[in-house]
C-alpha cells in the first residue's frame, strides 16, 4: 500500500510538524497550501504543492499525481477574534472549502482523513468546573456549543466528514486544547503566525527579541500582560492545558495507523490532561531564558475566557495507545530555542515585512 500522506495546510505550524514526523517515520508527505497564512520554507520535508484546498480541480489533479492513501487536515484560518469580525471568512475557509477538499478527495480515492479539530467546539466550558456539580477535565462528550464562528465552522466541517463516512470515508477529528513548542532546531520549524495570538511565543519574544519595530509589529511594545490574577485557581491565573507539538502528531499518525487497520470514524481530544496555570507558565519561561527576575504587567480578565480549560484525554490514550510524553518544561525550552534561532528571527522579520 502507499505510503503517500496528503497534507493540506502542511506549510503552517502544526502541519509542517506533521511532514517533519510522517517523514522521520518512513511515510511520503506530500504539501498543499496556498501560504495565505503558511511559510514555504516550513514545506520542506517532501513534494509542496501550491493552491486552494477548495480548488476541485487542483486537489484532483495532485491526488492523481502522487496517489495519496491517506490526509492529516490542518488547512483554516485560526483567529477566533477576527473569526468574531469577518464570519464569512471563517465559515467560507473552514467549513466550505474544507467540505469541498473532503468530497473531492473521497471521489479521488482518499478513504482515510485525520481532521484538526479544536476545543473552541464545546464553546462555554465553566460549568464543567462549578464547585461540586461540575465534571473536570472537558470529556468528548461533553455537549458542543460553540461560542465564536471559529469554533462554529470547525463544528461544521467535522460534521461534513462524518457525513462522509456513509460514502466509505473514514475520518478521525482530533480536538486540540492548546498546541505549543517545536521540533528539534535542525527541523527548522516551529510557531511563526502572523498575527501571533498564543501565550508561548507572546510571552518569550519580547524577552528576547531585540528589534523594536518588531516587537510593535506583532502587537508586543508593552510586553507580556497576564489576564486576570483573581481566577478561582491557585495562583489566581487562568489554567490551560498544552501539549508539545510532536505528541500531538504522535497522536495523529496513531490516528492514521487507527483508520488503516480497520478503525471506525470517531473523535478525540488531544491536550496534555494536565492544566497550568499562566503564572506556571511564566514560571517555565523564567527557567528556560534564565530571566529568574522576570515580572509580567498585569490586567484584569477578560470577558469570556474561563478559569479552567482541560482536556480529559483518557479515549485517546485507550483507543489510540497514546500518551504525551513531554512535560512543561519541555515544550517551553523547545518553544525558545526555536524563538531564538536565527533562522526564526530572520523569518518573521520578513514576514511582517521588516527584513533587510
Ligand atoms: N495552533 C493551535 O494551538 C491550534 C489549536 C486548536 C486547533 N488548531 C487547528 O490546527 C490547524 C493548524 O493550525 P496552525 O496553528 O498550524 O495554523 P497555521 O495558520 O500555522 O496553518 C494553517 C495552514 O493552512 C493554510 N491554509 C489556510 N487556508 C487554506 C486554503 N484554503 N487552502 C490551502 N491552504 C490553506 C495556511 O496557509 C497555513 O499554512 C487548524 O486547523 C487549527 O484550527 C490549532
Redesign the pocket.
Known amino acids: 500500500m502507499s505510503s503517500t500522506i496528503l497534507i493540506?495546510?502542511?506549510?503552517?505550524?502544526?502541519?509542517?510538524h506533521a511532514a517533519y514526523l510522517l517523514k522521520q517515520k518512513g511515510y511520503e508527505p506530500v504539501v498543499?497550501?496556498?501560504?495565505?497564512?503558511?511559510?514555504a520554507w516550513?514545506a520542506s520535508f517532501g513534494p509542496f504543492e501550491q493552491?486552494?484546498?477548495?480548488d476541485t480541480d487542483f486537489v484532483r489533479g495532485v491526488c492523481e499525481k502522487y496517489k495519496p492513501v491517506a490526509a492529516m487536515?490542518?488547512?483554516?484560518?485560526?483567529e477566533v477574534g477576527e473569526s468574531v469580525q469577518y464570519p464569512q471568512k471563517y465559515f467560507e475557509?473552514?467549513r466550505d472549502?474544507a467540505s469541498r477538499f473532503f468530497k473531492t478527495a473521497n471521489a479521488s480515492g482518499i478513504k482515510k482523513i485525520v481532521f484538526?479539530?479544536?476545543?473552541?467546539v464545546y464553546g462555554d466550558t465553566a460549568s464543567a468546573y462549578t464547585n461540586g456539580g461540575g465534571s473536570g477535565p472537558i470529556s468528548e462528550f461533553y455537549p458542543t456549543k460553540p461560542i465564536n464562528p471559529?469554533g462554529q465552522s470547525?463544528l461544521e466541517a467535522e460534521a461534513y466528514l462524518r457525513m462522509l463516512d456513509a460514502d466509505g470515508l473514514r475520518s478521525v477529528a482530533l480536538?486540540?486544547?492548546?498546541?505549543?513548542g517545536a521540533a528539534p532546531s535542525s527541523a527548522r520549524i516551529g510557531?511563526?503566525?502572523k498575527p501571533e495570538s498564543?501565550l508561548i511565543p507572546r510571552l518569550i519574544m519580547p524577552l528576547i527579541a531585540s528589534n523594536p519595530n518588531l516587537l510593535k509589529a506583532m502587537g508586543l511594545e508593552e510586553g507580556f500582560t497576564v489576564y486576570g490574577d483573581d481566577y478561582p485557581t491557585p495562583d489566581g491565573t487562568a489554567i490551560r492545558d498544552y501539549v508539545h507539538v510532536l505528541d500531538l502528531i504522535d497522536a495523529h499518525i496513531r490516528a492514521l495507523d487507527y483508520l488503516i487497520g480497520g478503525g471506525e470514524t470517531d473523535i478525540f481530544n488531544l491536550g496534555s490532561g494536565r492544566g497550568f496555570s499562566v503564572m506556571e507558565i511564566v514560571d517555565a519561561v523564567r527557567k528556560a531564558l534564565n530571566k529568574p527576575a522576570f515580572v509580567p504587567k498585569l490586567e484584569a480578565r477578560r470577558p469570556g475566557d474561563p478559569a479552567i480549560l482541560v482536556a480529559n484525554i483518557s479515549k485517546a490514550e485507550k483507543t489510540l495507545g497514546w500518551k504525551p510524553e513531554h512535560t512543561l518544561q519541555n515544550i517551553i525550552d523547545d518553544a525558545a530555542l526555536w524563538h531564538k534561532s536565527s533562522f526564526y528571527q530572520e523569518a518573521i522579520k520578513t514576514k511582517f515585512g521588516l527584513a533587510g
Open positions: 493540506p495546510g502542511g506549510a503552517g505550524y502544526i502541519g509542517s498543499i497550501d496556498d501560504l495565505s497564512m503558511g511559510n516550513a493552491g486552494d484546498v477548495g487536515y490542518f488547512a483554516a484560518f485560526i475557509n473552514n472549502k484538526s479539530s479544536t476545543a473552541a471559529y470547525k480536538r486540540y486544547f492548546n498546541v505549543a510557531e511563526a503566525h498564543h
